[in-house]
């Protein structure tokens, strides 16, 4: 979920926040056709992991570097050690068990598979350890993987934490079926045009994505989104307005920005695997003007936690936006 783009972009080392309560990812792109997003996930850690201990002199906070490619491709290779057995079982879920006690893993999981998370030196170097265990009838099968990390200090998180943005002119929400394919209409509309526009509207429920050309126009309509009206610009047409800025809202109540086609591709890259939509609870597209494209997903089980892409958006005139 936590992609930024294709072959073609260059992606600064994820920094991950440790703490007893939470498991914090911020990512951000460097070049390439994502440059300028970013992304930021949080995870409660007793969803994640059956047993956990963050311990630091730090206040118990743990921050580092990793190679985003490495941790995922370990990830993959230790979950896909054991996958079709925990399919049979009746877990319908793989945890890591962050404890480095062999006991207390077979107690925990019996005959199931188990995948130990620590930090740990190997060869004087710092690195991030994950070993999988599986256990049976043909006997038991390890694999470890050590990825090397930066340490940093915990106080560093504050140069990674997401964006500061406007309150959003528009949100809207899809619905909570996941079969709006916008990945899939970006992916061509992409091909098109190196931006396209992004028009919103809190009053119809309608996101309209469109390409301009010479003499012609492609547009595509999506319609009965729910408006989420919280913490956004815009007011409920039956509601009252309490000043100027509240009462121009209730007339707008939409938006339109800018922006560039294939970064904004890179925000759907979650809609790729149908594994991973059945995990999201529901997703909501934010619109701030000549600011920022949001796109804000709230993984099922809803206390599970969230992940976040902020994509930069170009500056659009009144007159533009208009057209």
């Given at each position: 979920?936590?992609?930024?783009g294709?072959?073609?972009?260059?992606?600064?080392?994820?920094?991950?926040?440790?703490?007893?309560?939470?498991v914090?990812?911020?990512?951000?792109?460097?070049?390439?056709?994502?440059?300028?997003?970013?992304?930021?996930?949080e995870?409660?850690?007793?969803?994640?992991?059956?047993?956990?201990?963050i311990?630091?002199?730090a206040?118990?906070?743990?921050?580092?570097?990793?190679d985003l490619?490495?941790f995922?491709?370990?990830?993959?290779?230790?979950?896909?050690?054991?996958?079709?057995?925990?399919?049979?079982?009746?877990?319908?879920?793989v945890?890591?068990?962050?404890s480095?006690?062999?006991?207390?893993?077979?107690?925990?999981?019996?005959?199931?598979?188990?995948?130990?998370?620590?930090?740990?030196?190997?060869?004087?170097?710092?690195?991030?350890?994950?070993?999988?265990?599986?256990?049976?009838g043909?006997?038991?099968?390890?694999?470890n993987?050590?990825?090397?990390?930066?340490?940093?200090?915990?106080?560093?998180?504050?140069?990674?934490l997401?964006?500061?943005?406007?309150?959003?002119?528009?949100?809207?929400?899809?619905?909570?079926?996941?079969?709006?394919?916008?990945?899939?209409?970006?992916?061509?509309?992409?091909?098109?045009?190196a931006?396209?526009?992004v028009?919103?509207?809190?009053?119809?429920?309608?996101?309209?994505?469109?390409?301009?050309g010479e003499?012609?126009?492609?547009?595509?309509?999506?319609?009965?989104?729910?408006?989420?009206?919280?913490d956004?610009?815009?007011?409920?047409p039956?509601?009252?307005?309490?000043?100027?800025s509240?009462?121009?809202?209730?007339?707008?109540?939409?938006?339109?920005v800018?922006?560039d086609?294939?970064?904004?591709?890179?925000?759907f890259?979650?809609?790729?695997?149908?594994?991973m939509?059945?995990?999201?609870?529901?997703?909501?597209?934010?619109?701030?003007?000549?600011?920022?494209?949001?796109?804000?997903v709230l993984?099922?089980?809803e206390?599970?936690?969230?992940?976040?892409?902020?994509?930069?958006?170009?500056f659009?005139?009144?007159?533009?936006?208009?057209?």
């Amino acid at each position: 979920a936590l992609s930024l783009g294709g072959g073609g972009s260059a992606v600064h080392a994820p920094v991950i926040y440790l703490d007893p309560e939470h498991v914090r990812i911020a990512v951000r792109s460097g070049r390439g056709d994502a440059e300028g997003i970013a992304c930021f996930a949080e995870l409660l850690s007793e969803k994640i992991f059956l047993e956990h201990r963050i311990e630091s002199a730090a206040e118990d906070q743990i921050v580092f570097e990793i190679d985003l490619h490495m941790f995922k491709t370990a990830l993959q290779s230790v979950l896909e050690l054991y996958s079709s057995r925990m399919q049979n079982s009746n877990h319908g879920s793989v945890a890591l068990h962050n404890s480095s006690s062999a006991a207390s893993n077979e107690h925990a999981c019996g005959a199931l598979s188990v995948v130990v998370m620590k930090l740990a030196k190997r060869s004087g170097l710092p690195c991030l350890c994950l070993e999988a265990r599986q256990n049976g009838g043909y006997g038991q099968m390890d694999q470890n993987h050590a990825l090397p990390i930066k340490v940093m200090r915990s106080s560093e998180m504050q140069f990674h934490l997401p964006p500061q943005i406007s309150m959003p002119d528009v949100q809207l929400e899809f619905p909570p079926d996941g079969r709006v394919p916008i990945k899939v209409i970006l992916e061509r509309l992409k091909n098109l045009k190196a931006q396209l526009y992004v028009d919103g509207s809190m009053a119809s429920g309608e996101l309209v994505f469109r390409v301009e050309g010479e003499g012609s126009s492609i547009r595509t309509f999506y319609n009965k989104l729910i408006p989420r009206w919280e913490d956004c610009k815009a007011t409920p047409p039956n509601s009252s307005p309490t000043n100027v800025s509240q009462t121009d809202s209730i007339h707008n109540g939409r938006c339109t920005v800018k922006v560039d086609s294939k970064k904004l591709y890179s925000c759907f890259q979650w809609q790729s695997s149908s594994g991973m939509t059945r995990h999201v609870k529901s997703a909501v597209l934010c619109m701030a003007e000549n600011e920022m494209v949001v796109m804000h997903v709230l993984l099922n089980p809803e206390d599970l936690g969230f992940f976040t892409y902020y994509c930069p958006v170009h500056f659009l005139s009144g007159d533009a936006m208009d057209d």
